[in-house]
């Protein structure tokens, strides 16, 4: 995933500043709470040096930040009452003190961690965490992280140490989505201002943000006040934005940094000589979206006639290197709730002609739109390979960037066929936040690929309700099969591959390391030897 998510009103502003700146439903088990290992203190003069793949695109206020390198900054900077890990994706107690009570079907209680600060020294309150909240739910704020929240009505300070949640409705993933928001510093906001704060993040996590340089470096010191669960082990960080990727293996091979994220999979071998490459299944996918009110794109015929003319061993092999897997559901089979979807799209060419036929259509010409990312571009004439093959089929291949592709076309209706990479996964991992990106509401089925006058559509709005609000997982998983099975038949948009991500990073000099399963990298409880 590239910078997808980004609010182009906040960047601006952003953009301005930075020029000049430096400075299963329930947890399983009990959720771990900070060890005496928080309390030690990183070595000194020790630092780590990180080879970033993406540019600095968006501020780092977790209003609004979306940019890749600035979301993979803000692991690091800024805490949740709850946090995921970035790369077992397991929760865990961040800033609350225990694991959320549940007073009744609709109201949750949250204590918060004794002795939290933020960098700028003062303690964490509660009044913090109800604004943190209060600020992402303000429609005028424009967050993007509201939708992500849409089930809390109110939050409120009991007393000095506890929230209290209440919910519109049961909401069975109530914990886990606490770690969308992030807690910031209120006073320091309203006396500094969102644009300063975008530029200047204070939190309370492991680093404390020093400076940032657009298409240069992040950098980052420990907060040595920090008390939670991953306390930093190396006095300094510095990120380099390499988005070249040549730049970036050179980076990793003269030694320059230790870690690399993106890894070139042409280069993956070379890099194994030295280093450590990892490669993990992701969520990350490559979707074929539909203009569904277009003739003869309407036709769920048509779509699925695409699909099945798609060589997919032929694009992991070819592109990957055998790094992706061919889509069989909505997410990828290493996610907990993978379900095999109903209808599968194996490489036949045969059937593919044949729906084409049974849908009335003898030749078919239209220009097929892509992002510019250059895995998206390499994978992009063996697509047109496949489907110029088919009979009566003519198509074309113009490259945008994400920009241009959905300003200039796709929210225009001015499109046909679009190919595309995206990855929410980077906000959360539950199957309801998944789903919810490209199939709930009206931002992608109606101004998207304009498929919400369906009745499917309105049957996948009514199996995500019952999911959300069922009370056995089983009960939701259910719901969750039924949408994998129609929108796997329909396609209006669907994946055609899962990627795995690859990072290279050199363990005689890094202790704990991980790769992701996201977009980023994450040195939380990472040491140098």
């Given at each position: 995933m590239a910078n997808h998510f980004e609010l182009n009103e906040s960047r601006r502003g952003f953009m301005k500043l930075m020029a000049?700146?430096?400075?299963?439903?329930?947890?399983?088990?009990?959720?771990?709470?900070?060890?005496?290992?928080?309390?030690?203190?990183?070595?000194?003069?020790?630092?780590?040096?990180?080879?970033?793949?993406?540019?600095?695109?968006?501020?780092?206020?977790?209003?609004?930040?979306?940019?890749?390198?600035?979301?993979?900054?803000?692991?690091?900077?800024?805490?949740?009452?709850?946090?995921?890990?970035?790369?077992?994706?397991?929760?865990?107690?961040?800033?609350?003190?225990?694991?959320p009570e549940q007073i009744d079907d609709v109201t949750w209680r949250v204590a918060l961690r004794d002795g939290a600060?933020?960098?700028?020294?003062?303690?964490?309150?509660?009044e913090d965490v109800v604004y943190s909240f209060e600020r992402v739910l303000d429609p005028e704020k424009a967050s993007l992280f509201a939708q992500f929240i849409p089930f809390i009505d109110s939050v409120k300070a009991v007393d000095d140490k506890v929230v209290e949640f209440k919910l519109k409705y049961p909401f069975a993933l109530f914990k886990q989505r606490l770690s969308i928001v992030k807690i910031v510093p209120k006073a320091l906001i309203e006396e500094k201002g969102q644009q300063s704060f975008d530029a200047n993040p204070v939190g309370t996590g492991p680093y404390k943000f020093v400076s940032a340089v657009k298409d240069d470096r992040i950098v980052f010191e420990a907060n040595k006040a920090y008390n939670g669960k991953y306390p930093a082990k190396v006095e300094k960080m510095t990120w380099f934005l390499l988005s070249?990727?040549?730049?970036?293996?050179?980076?990793?091979?003269?030694?320059?940094?230790?870690?690399?994220?993106?890894?070139?999979?042409?280069?993956?071998?070379?890099?194994?000589?030295?280093?450590?490459?990892?490669?993990?299944q992701s969520f990350v996918q490559l979707f074929l979206m539909f203009n569904c009110e277009k003739a003869p794109f309407n036709n769920p015929k048509v779509r699925q006639a695409f699909h099945y003319a798609l060589?997919?061993?032929?694009?992991?092999?070819?592109?990957?290197?055998?790094?992706?897997?061919?889509?069989?559901?909505?997410?990828?089979?290493?996610h907990a709730d993978y379900m095999e979807a109903g209808t599968q799209y194996n490489f036949d060419k045969a059937k593919?002609?044949?729906?084409?036929?049974?849908?009335?259509?003898?030749?078919?010409?239209f220009e097929l739109l892509a992002t510019d990312h250059q895995w998206v571009k390499e994978c992009a004439p063996l697509i047109l390979e496949s489907w110029n093959a088919l009979s009566g089929v003519s198509v074309s291949l113009k490259h945008l960037q994400s920009g241009a592709l959905y300003g200039g076309h796709v929210d225009k209706g001015a499109f046909e066929v679009v190919i595309a990479p995206g990855d929410p996964s980077?906000?959360?991992?539950?199957?309801?936040?998944?789903?919810?990106?490209?199939?709930?509401?009206?931002?992608?089925?109606?101004?998207?690929?304009?498929?919400?006058?369906t009745p499917e559509y309105k049957r996948v709005q009514e199996l995500l309700d019952i999911a959300?609000?069922?009370?056995?997982?089983?009960?939701?998983?259910?719901?969750?099969?039924?949408?994998?099975?129609?929108?796997?038949?329909?396609?209006p948009l669907y994946p055609i591959l899962h990627r795995k991500l690859l990072a290279s990073w050199n363990e005689k000099e890094l202790t704990g390391f991980q790769p992701l399963p996201t977009t980023g990298l994450s040195f939380l409880g990472v040491g140098r030897k």
């Open positions: 000049g700146v430096s400075a299963g439903f329930a947890f399983s088990g009990a959720l771990g709470t900070f060890s005496s290992e928080a309390l030690a203190a990183p070595v000194a003069g020790s630092s780590i040096e990180a080879g970033i793949a993406y540019p600095i695109s968006t501020g780092f206020d977790p209003l609004t930040s979306s940019g890749a390198s600035s979301l993979a900054s803000n692991l690091h900077i800024f805490e949740g009452l709850v946090e995921l890990h970035p790369a077992t994706r397991e929760m865990y107690l961040a800033l609350a003190e225990k694991e600060v933020f960098h700028h020294g003062k303690p964490v309150t509660t070249d990727d040549a730049a970036r293996v050179t980076a990793q091979e003269s030694g320059r940094v230790q870690a690399i994220e993106n890894v070139p999979y042409l280069d993956a071998e070379r890099l194994k000589r030295r280093n450590t490459v990892g490669s993990v060589d997919k061993q032929k694009l992991i092999d070819v592109v990957f290197f055998g790094n992706a897997e061919a889509a069989t559901s909505y997410v990828q089979k290493t593919a002609e044949a729906l084409l036929k049974e849908a009335g259509v003898k030749e078919l010409k980077v906000f959360g991992n539950d199957l309801d936040l998944l789903l919810s990106w490209w199939h709930r509401g009206d931002v992608w089925p109606k101004n998207r690929y304009r498929w919400s006058n959300i609000k069922a009370k056995v997982h089983d009960e939701a998983r259910k719901a969750w099969k039924e949408i994998f099975d129609i929108i796997s038949e329909h396609v």
